[in-house]
């Protein structure tokens, strides 16, 4: 940052008075917005959560407290579960289309086609 502030003064100083005075409101305008460009609305608010050792930053519940969900969680169960079951219904109802399917039911073919020629050449003989 120090590298471009250098520079926004080393192109003001070379400039004109009244451009210089445009060129020192961009500058200054161009420094603060590099400022305020990495931080994020918990850092200007104060209000990110540091580490208490907990998991999830949750402290243990005492006896006879129940644990409050969060609004997102039903959601999240809901989406989870109609994913699973869709995805094992396609599954479920997939093609067969492995190499050793088709491999044995070329063999059948085969098979019959042989059967089908033996007993057309018994039947010739007789």
Known sequence: MAAIHRLGLHLCKRLSAPVLKKCNVQRTAAVTSIRTFGTTKAEEEDEVELPNGFLFNE???LPGEKRQKEPWENMWYFALIGNFLLATFILYFKPDN???TWAR???EKRLREREEGSSTEEQEKS
């Open 59 to 61: 402290k243990p519940l």
């Open 98 to 100: 492995s190499m050793s």
């Open 105 to 107: 039911i070329q063999a």
